[in-house]
Every structure is written in structure tokens, then in C-alpha cells.
Nanobody, 121 residues
Framework: QVQLVESGGGLVQAGGSLRLSCTAS????????MGWYRQAPGKQRELLAQ???????YYVDSVKGRFTISRDNAKNTVHLQMNSLKPEDTAVYYC???????????????WGQGTQVTVSS
């Protein structure tokens, strides 16, 4: 069984920074794609950023230039450095690991439990 555990959320003032981390554990062989999503109250979950196992990245326009995604393949960990935070960034942030190959041999997508980020004005 593969589990994703997130950390690093909290309360921050507008303009501040937070760093989220997510570590995948279990009998993992490889993880193709890792990413971060968020869901604000009353809204759908939205993709923020993704990173492949070779380091290619993608950002949605709303976070481009403010957020940076990185990963450590050896530790099955992905980070999201969030700078210049705005009140509208307030949401529950979820880690995602897509095309996870694990033992006994299978390939699935996994989600973390979510971590709250609150940005005060």
C-alpha cells in the first residue's frame, strides 16, 4: 500500500511564504508524475503544478512565477515552495502521485490527505 503524507501548511500573512512537502511511502518502484492541487471552499479541486521524474515542470498561470515545484526521486518526495502568497491562495492543498508503480506489481494514482493553507490579508 502506498501512502502520501503532506506537511508544511499553516497560516501566513499576505506576501509571505510557505513550503509544502509530500513524501510517498510503501513498496514503490517508480513514480512518473507528482503534482500539487488545491481546493478552496465551494470550488473544484484545481491543478497547480506538476513535475515529471526527469524534472520537467508545468505550472498553471495563477501560480507561475510565485510557486516552485521540486522533487527528490531518491526520497519519493515533492515540494512546493510558495512565495508572494495572496488571500485567494487559501485552500486545502493536496499532493498527487500519478502512475505509481509499486509491489506487488501494479500502477495507480494516489492522493495525500490534504494540508490547510490560510493566507490572511
Amino acid at each position: 500500500q502506498v501512502q502520501l503524507v503532506e506537511s508544511g501548511g499553516g497560516l501566513v500573512q499576505a506576501g509571505g511564504s510557505l513550503r509544502l512537502s509530500c513524501t510517498a511511502s510503501g513498496s514503490i518502484v517508480s513514480i512518473n508524475l507528482m503534482g500539487w492541487y488545491r481546493q478552496a471552499p465551494g470550488k473544484q479541486r484545481e491543478l497547480l503544478a506538476q513535475i515529471t521524474n526527469t524534472g520537467n515542470t508545468y505550472y498553471v498561470d495563477s501560480v507561475k512565477g510565485r510557486f516552485t515545484i521540486s522533487r527528490d526521486n531518491a526520497k519519493n518526495t515533492v515540494h512546493l515552495q510558495m512565495n508572494s502568497l495572496k488571500p485567494e491562495d487559501t485552500a486545502v492543498y493536496y499532493c498527487n502521485a500519478d502512475s505509481v508503480t509499486a509491489l506487488p506489481l501494479n500502477r495507480q494514482t494516489y492522493w495525500g490527505q490534504g494540508t490547510q493553507v490560510t493566507v490572511s490579508s
